[in-house]
């Protein structure tokens, strides 16, 4: 009850930072029913924004923490989005059939809140992080690549959550603050559409197979496209001079840099439609120094840490503090590695065009479009929106969708073509917005002709199709809560190799420190860890390339590792972990033994178990410095 | 029904069964959850 309570007190704090947001930048051009959406979207980017100077302070502990959501609520009280919205039921069977998928959606959204996390990423950065900060009580920079070094503005919404209301209000909070796109994009859509239609419209989003991924859990893709719906929208009265909108939008866009590195390339997308005006240098101007004030702090921080705002893209010019252990060998490698997983076809122009298609119909399984993809109504309605595009060409560039369209395609080239992983979830922060400027366009297209039924249809194989995957994902859930099943069996049945995490947290204690690379792990231990990692981490180089034992034995002593964790055990004789390797020359040197084997299942989907289901094994083995040749090195 | 207006819902039709044939791989997965095959 107390986990509810500290999620329902979180959006409401939100909303009160929002709409006094909105307030301060007289921004009154929002209808009565898009205030509280607006509120929360804008509101939810404010609270993460100031949650990093508290934490940094210092301040990851109930009391600050619980201060800044009680302010929250007071400039709730005081500014009172929800005045003048008045709610009238759904007129036609239509329309109460569109609201009821939408529920339903909502629903099993939420089913994920009352479970543990189990997903990959969520345990191994977006949530363990979160421990790392609430042990030390502040911020404190981790200097790895992509997910330790990485703008966590979302990830400081969790804090509160997860503090004053434990795992229970983080998880309750996740599906909770992504249903804030059912209350800004319901209403925005109602500008241009039918309600029936605007409802559709939200339940195709809230449902694709991205969407659902990443609600439920610690994924920040789906909570940043409030951002750039707000920021999308607003460009339209920005571009046409106004100050204050301009400044809107950069905050907003700031947002998406504050809690991704994308956001960087959203920024400069938005700002050239902003250009098209006469005061275009200032409405630059405004537009910009909104966006570093709101995004900026998080790179800053990442500079005084590592020497790079963007650790460590920047090696080639910047190079590393060396404290973070970063090398031209570790860049290089990085680069390869990250290449050869990420980018998995070419940058150009061809494939540039192609992509949006493969990754519909026959996307690589590196881009995950399967599971966490955007799902086919776009490419249903495509023709149609591009014959009401063409048909009305000449006065398109008045339509104030026009630059958030304009916006999404800039971006989504930069996106492309700067060789940043290809993986379609990335793409979800703009899906709403494609998916209402083809929804308005469509349904232009078929009033024009007095028949929508092709659209009609279009709504309903995709939200079918939709709802379908979405009830498969929600079954583990629904099951979970129907069975009263611990969290132990849930977390056993959804998270691989957890039987070890109970032998780990039961035998190691706070003096000693594992060495894993089984990142779904993390945020489950209860002891002191480090994720050695060969791509994103330096601090103990484990390289395939050039791998040395003396040095990273030296590397791990540093560090105090007492134990090791690999997988499979070394019996096996694989060498697929790369801690096996120094592992192996351990236990050759006399540096360590073994202390347990454990059998551990393996699945390669939580949705369907059976699907590539095998067993695997893993050892934990204790260091020695007694007998140890390697120790001799030191 | 014209070609004018059967060619969306045509369209339609192939690009949602195209989409659709992806997941054929993991059809006998999801009937498995139902203890069928």
New interface residues.
């Given amino acids: 009850m107390t986990a509810l309570l500290v999620a329902v007190v979180q959006a409401a704090a939100c909303m009160g930072f929002g709409a006094t947001l909105l307030r301060l930048l007289r921004i009154d051009d929002l209808m009565p029913a898009e205030r509280p959406g607006w509120s929360f979207a804008l509101g939810f980017g404010t609270l993460g924004w100031l949650v990093f100077p508290v934490a940094l302070a210092g301040g990851v502990r109930p009391a600050p923490l619980g201060a800044l959501l009680a302010v929250g609520v007071v400039l709730l009280l005081w500014t009172r989005p929800w005045r003048g919205v008045i709610l009238v039921p759904p007129r036609g069977a239509w329309a109460w059939l569109a609201v009821t998928l939408m529920a339903t959606s909502a629903a099993m959204h939420l089913l994920q809140g009352f479970a543990p996390p189990a997903d990959a990423d969520t345990l191994a950065y977006h949530f363990a992080r979160l421990r790392d900060f609430q042990t030390l009580g502040r911020l404190d920079f981790v200097p790895r690549a992509v997910d330790g070094a990485t703008p966590m503005l979302v990830q400081m919404t969790y804090l509160p959550a997860f503090i004053l209301g434990g795992e229970r209000a983080l998880t309750l909070w996740t599906p909770l603050s992504s249903l804030g796109m059912i209350a800004i994009l319901l209403p925005l859509a109602c500008r241009w559409l039918p309600f029936a239609w605007a409802a559709a419209t939200t339940v195709v989003v809230v449902s694709a197979p991205g969407w659902v991924y990443g609600a439920g859990s610690g994924q920040v893709e789906v909570r940043i496209a409030l951002f750039v719906l707000c920021a999308s929208m607003i460009a339209h009265p920005a571009g046409r001079g106004s100050l204050r909108h301009a400044a809107l939008a950069g905050i907003a866009a700031g947002f998406y840099a504050g809690a991704k590195l994308l956001g960087l390339l959203f920024i400069p997308a938005l700002g050239l439609v902003l250009l098209r005006h006469r005061r275009w240098l200032l409405l630059g101007f405004v537009y910009s120094a909104a966006a570093v004030a709101a995004g900026g702090q998080w790179y800053i921080w990442h500079h005084v840490q590592s020497g790079d705002p963007v650790f460590p893209m920047l090696y080639t010019l910047l190079g590393a503090d060396p404290s973070t252990g970063w090398s031209a060998q570790q860049h290089d490698f990085f680069r390869t590695q990250f290449s050869k997983a990420e980018a998995v076809v070419p940058t150009s122009p061809t494939w540039l065009l192609a992509y949006p298609f493969v990754a519909t119909l026959a996307a690589p399984l590196e881009w995950e479009a399967g599971r966490t993809g955007l799902g086919p109504f776009a490419l249903m309605v495509l023709p149609f929106a591009l014959s009401a595009a063409w048909t009305r060409r000449a006065r398109l560039a008045a339509h104030p969708l026009f630059p958030a369209a304009v916006a999404l395609l800039l971006f989504y080239c930069a996106w492309f073509l700067s060789g940043a992983s290809q993986r379609v979830r990335h793409l979800v922060p703009l899906f709403p917005v494609l998916v209402l400027v083809l929804t308005v366009a469509a349904h232009r297209w078929g009033r024009d002709r007095f028949h929508t039924g092709a659209v009609v249809l279009a709504f309903a194989l995709a939200a079918g199709i939709h709802l379908a995957g979405q009830a498969l994902f929600a079954r583990n859930y629904a099951l979970h809560l129907v069975r009263g099943e611990s969290r132990d069996a849930f977390l056993a049945r959804n998270v691989i190799h957890y039987p070890v995490v109970p032998w780990l947290n039961a035998r190691l204690g706070p003096g000693d420190r594992l060495l894993t690379s089984q990142r779904q792990l993390l945020y489950l231990l209860n002891v002191p860890y480090y994720f050695g990692q060969q791509t994103f981490q330096a601090l103990i180089e484990l390289r395939a390339t050039d791998f040395e034992a003396d040095r990273a034995w030296l590397q791990a002593r540093r560090l105090g590792i007492t134990h090791v964790l690999v997988t499979p055990a070394l019996a096996e004789g694989s060498i697929e972990d790369p801690l096996a390797r120094l592992a192996h020359a351990a236990l050759r040197a006399g540096c360590a033994h073994s202390l347990t084997v454990l059998e551990v299942p393996e699945f390669g989907s939580r949705t369907l178990p059976t699907l590539r289901q095998r067993t695997s094994s893993v050892e934990v083995l204790r260091l020695d410095t007694g007998n140890c040749v390697l120790e001799a090195a030191r | 029904m014209s070609p004018a207006?059967a060619w969306?819902?045509l369209?339609?039709?192939a690009?949602?069964l195209?989409?659709?044939a992806?997941?054929r791989p993991?059809i006998?997965?999801?009937l498995?959850?139902w203890g069928a095959r």
């Fill in positions: 207006r969306p819902f369209w339609v039709a690009a949602f195209a989409y659709a992806q997941f993991i006998g997965a999801v498995s959850l």
